[in-house]
């Protein structure tokens, strides 16, 4: 990914919305919300579209740049961060038009993808019913044969931007199967044709929802996206698309640089901005993995539900620290009423549970990171081994030495610096191994020779620790802390792998005890609460190589895997009742250690502040 291209993009974007012509045209979005109308975004979007900065990430014979996912992700960040109405975009650009550019015919793409690209033409999707809400197995909305095309039947609910949207993708059934999920076709269908009409159902946030009604839509078999009946698979892979979480991202980082945060709520702040920040690490890996055209819908669900629920979080504390004006018309007012639809919106949080529960937990000693560099998986899987068959009677001499063969203590590890060192450090952590490792490596943060290279095979110390931090965390290096973070995430990550395991063996009532849904529900939120964790250390180790960390944030991720390390232990002894409490328990053991890990640095509420100061 060029973060060059994306650079460009965004000063391109910038210039574009603030030069003369662009400021007529938000005097009219303005007007629009004065008098208490929609504001209609398309004049800001056909002058974005004029010169391809719409649709980036598409080719270029369909009006785009070929640039990467990132760039259009960008585009979505800056029309947010310029109060442009974001949502048709999102659905026209992101949502349906690179579903047909993924799975349209050639003759779909070129008849609606360069006007997409141009803002010539919106799209909107019409999935939602009254009665079935997002749950497709029972959709009504019907689609039978008429001469050699279609005709579709139904009441579509709950889009917005509808009325502006030329285009709706429509999902209908197209015959009964014998599973609820095959028999579902997608259309595309022109929201003018006749036998259509567009109301309104009145919504708490600013934009109402549309009630779209088809009585008897005729459209040709062209129409149909994908094969008929068998809609399910490509609407999944839809369905990942509006779940990359990037536009939760940018309004959440929105309504944080809005609110004057009071000295007393600096801690509350530093969480939220740290949590903000793994929301935005976790969609870039999910954006990365569309542009690779790998499409995990596990990944995407848990994506979905980290960004929603730390937007709305957002969107509530900023109400709650401010002043009753807040909740006067403005943006933190707005923000507040939109708040509970991103939870509801492509899919509610339960249903991204219900996905990362039945699917997304880890399998014993196969809990590895999705999404990871080939070199970093092989050596998550060398520092696995050694660490699983460390001999506790004799640390010293039987893990440092094949530490040492792996490169862990040559500067700059393998060649892939403190991205290399953050896997190790999970992985020692996973066993709840140290011995010295992660002093020793901020000792070697002080060799100011970037060629240099220290044998360790053969180092023995006293019980005394290499370097000595004390409780003064500002004068701990950015890195070390992201290594401690990796280490507290990779303790987290075995106690919940061990958790996961006992949870479907134990039984209760006749049944596996993850068989009960708020058991895995709860082990969902940890998986998820990790994978963030994780998405930010690994985010930050990258800026640290590449020397463009915030550092502040470093104390914000220690914080946050220090939090996750204790919550998930005290979670696993629950789940493994009173067994748990023996010796013979795989997370008794967990539960001793990360407080005492944790102690070992400054307190949480500490951390967030200082990541909250800094901003």
């Given at each position: 990914m060029s973060f060059q291209s994306t650079d460009?993009?965004?000063?391109?974007?910038?210039?574009?919305l603030a030069g003369e012509q662009a400021r007529g045209l938000f005097a009219a979005v303005a007007a629009?919300?004065?008098?208490?109308?929609?504001?209609?975004?398309?004049?800001?979007?056909?002058?974005?579209?004029?010169?391809?900065?719409?649709?980036?990430?598409?080719?270029?014979?369909?009006?785009?740049?070929?640039?990467?996912?990132?760039?259009?992700?960008?585009?979505?960040?800056?029309?947010?961060a310029a109060g442009v109405p974001e949502v048709l975009h999102t659905l026209s650009v992101q949502i349906c038009g690179n579903f047909i550019l993924a799975s349209g015919t050639d003759e779909q793409r070129a008849a609606l993808l360069p006007g997409l690209a141009s803002g010539a033409i919106t799209m909107t999707v019409l999935y939602s019913e009254a009665d079935v809400g997002s749950d497709l197995s029972t959709l009504e909305t019907r689609a039978e044969r008429a001469g050699t095309g279609w005709r579709i039947t139904g009441r579509k609910v709950y889009s917005v931007k509808t009325g502006f949207a030329d285009y709706g993708l429509v999902a209908a059934r197209t015959s009964t199967e014998v599973t609820p999920y095959q028999g579902i076709s997608l259309f595309l269908v022109p929201l003018d044709a006749p036998g259509i009409t567009i109301g309104t159902l009145d919504s708490l946030a600013d934009e109402d929802f549309a009630d779209v009604r088809l009585d008897g839509v005729e459209v040709p078999s062209v129409a149909v996206v994908g094969p008929v009946g068998g809609a399910w698979p490509l609407i999944t892979e839809a369905l990942a698309?509006?779940?990359?979480?990037?536009?939760?991202?940018?309004?959440?980082?929105?309504?944080?640089?809005?609110?004057?945060?009071?000295?007393?709520?600096?801690?509350?702040?530093?969480?939220?901005?740290?949590?903000?920040?793994?929301?935005?690490?976790?969609?870039?890996?999910?954006?990365?993995?569309?542009?690779?055209?790998?499409?995990?819908?596990?990944?995407?669900?848990?994506?979905?539900?980290?960004?929603?629920?730390?937007?709305?979080?957002?969107?509530?504390?900023?109400?709650?620290?401010?002043?009753?004006?807040?909740?006067?018309?403005?943006?933190?007012?707005?923000?507040?009423?939109?708040?509970?639809?991103?939870?509801?919106?492509?899919?509610?949080?339960?249903?991204?549970?219900?996905?990362?529960?039945?699917?997304?937990?880890?399998?014993?000693?196969?809990?590895?990171?999705?999404?990871?560099?080939?070199?970093?998986?092989?050596?998550?899987?060398?520092?696995?081994?050694?660490?699983?068959?460390?001999?506790?009677?004799?640390?010293?001499?039987?893990?440092?030495?094949?530490?040492?063969?792996?490169?862990?203590?040559?500067?700059?590890?393998?060649?892939?610096?403190?991205?290399?060192?953050?896997?190790?450090?999970?992985?020692?952590?996973?066993?709840?191994?140290?011995?010295?490792?992660?002093?020793?490596?901020?000792?070697?943060?002080?060799?100011?020779?970037?060629?240099?290279?220290?044998?360790?095979?053969?180092?023995?110390?006293?019980?005394?620790?290499?370097?000595?931090?004390?409780?003064?965390?500002?004068?701990?290096?950015?890195?070390?802390?992201?290594?401690?973070?990796?280490?507290?995430?990779?303790?987290?990550?075995?106690?919940?792998?061990?958790?996961?395991?006992?949870?479907?063996?134990?039984?209760?009532?006749?049944?596996?005890l993850i068989a009960n849904q708020d058991v895995a529900f709860r082990l969902a939120r940890l998986k998820i609460q990790h994978d963030a964790a994780w998405a930010l250390i690994t985010e930050l180790a990258g800026r640290q190589d590449d020397g463009t960390l915030q550092e502040s944030l470093a104390a914000g991720v220690l914080a946050e895997a220090g939090t996750l390390a204790v919550t998930t232990t005290r979670e696993a002894l629950q789940l493994h009742g009173a067994f748990g409490m023996t010796a013979q328990s795989p997370v008794r053991r967990y539960y001793l250690a990360a407080p005492a890990a944790v102690a070992a640095d400054a307190p949480a509420a500490d951390l967030y502040a200082e990541a909250g100061e800094q901003a």
């Open positions: 460009v993009v965004v000063k391109e974007i910038r210039a574009v629009d919300r004065g008098a208490g109308r929609e504001p209609d975004p398309r004049p800001l979007y056909r002058l974005l579209g004029d010169r391809g900065l719409l649709a980036v990430n598409w080719p270029a014979a369909y009006g785009g740049r070929d640039l990467p996912g990132r760039c259009a992700a960008a585009v979505v960040g800056e029309l947010i698309l509006e779940r990359t979480g990037v536009d939760y991202v940018a309004k959440a980082d929105l309504w944080l640089r809005t609110v004057k945060v009071p000295d007393a709520a600096r801690a509350d702040y530093g969480r939220l901005r740290t949590r903000v920040a793994a929301a935005r690490a976790l969609a870039a890996r999910c954006v990365d993995q569309l542009d690779s055209g790998r499409v995990d819908p596990v990944g995407a669900a848990a994506t979905k539900y980290w960004t929603s629920e730390t937007a709305r979080a957002v969107a509530w504390w900023c109400t709650d620290v401010g002043d009753p004006a807040a909740l006067r018309p403005g943006r933190l007012d707005s923000a507040y009423r939109e708040a509970p639809g991103l939870t509801l919106s492509a899919g509610t949080s339960e249903m991204m549970l219900e996905l990362v529960a039945n699917s997304g937990l880890p399998a014993p000693d196969a809990d590895l990171p999705a999404g990871e560099e080939p070199l970093a998986v092989e050596l998550r899987k060398a520092v696995r081994a050694i660490a699983t068959a460390y001999d506790e009677r004799d640390p010293a001499r039987a893990c440092w030495p094949e530490l040492a063969k792996l490169g862990a203590f040559q500067l700059g590890a393998l060649g892939l610096g403190l991205r290399a060192q953050v896997v190790c450090c999970a992985e020692l952590g996973r066993e709840l191994h140290d011995d010295g490792f992660l002093d020793t490596l901020t000792a070697l943060d002080g060799v100011d020779e970037p060629e240099a290279d220290l044998d360790l095979s053969r180092l023995w110390t006293d019980e005394r620790e290499v370097v000595r931090t004390g409780r003064d965390a500002a004068a701990v290096p950015a890195a070390a802390r992201i290594r401690r973070a990796a280490w507290l995430c990779g303790l987290a990550a075995g106690c919940l792998a061990r958790t996961v395991q006992r949870a479907r063996l134990r039984e209760q009532f006749g049944r596996p």
